[in-house]
């Protein structure tokens, strides 16, 4: 089970961290990721970490990339996003997603995670 928390409404130029917890997961072994979906839209993948001897590559999507920063505390089982610089085309509902094997061309597909949370919501105004 992932749990997501951390959303809210912020203004522009704003910060916010998304958290989101695995229980019976070891998520420190999984690909993860950060999608959202704003209304009327697909679901995007916004950021992705995935595991390696080194502490997890990551990769975002050019709309977040210097902006938002994914991370991971194996000792909490918790991955976060690091929200800076907010606008309001951030505005979305944010998903944080989960699987042991990713096919290296859907890093950023909905598709290639198994697991998902219920979301939390993110208005920049």
């Known amino acids: 089970q992932l749990v997501e928390s951390g959303g809210g409404s912020v203004q522009a130029g704003g910060s916010l961290r998304l958290s989101c917890v695995g229980s019976g997961y070891a998520t420190w072994r999984a690909n993860m990721a950060w999608f959202r979906q704003a209304p009327g839209k697909e679901r995007e993948g916004v950021a992705a970490i995935h595991p390696d001897p080194g502490g997890g590559s990551t ?62 919501q993110v208005t920049v105004s």
């Open 59 to 120: 990769g975002y999507a050019d709309s977040v990339k210097g902006r938002f920063t994914i991370s991971h505390d194996n000792a909490k089982n918790t991955l976060y996003l690091q929200m800076n610089s907010l606008k309001p085309e951030d505005t979305a509902m944010y998903y944080c997603a989960a699987s042991k094997f990713v096919p290296a061309t859907m890093f950023f597909s909905p598709a290639g995670y198994a697991y998902w949370g219920q979301g939390t």
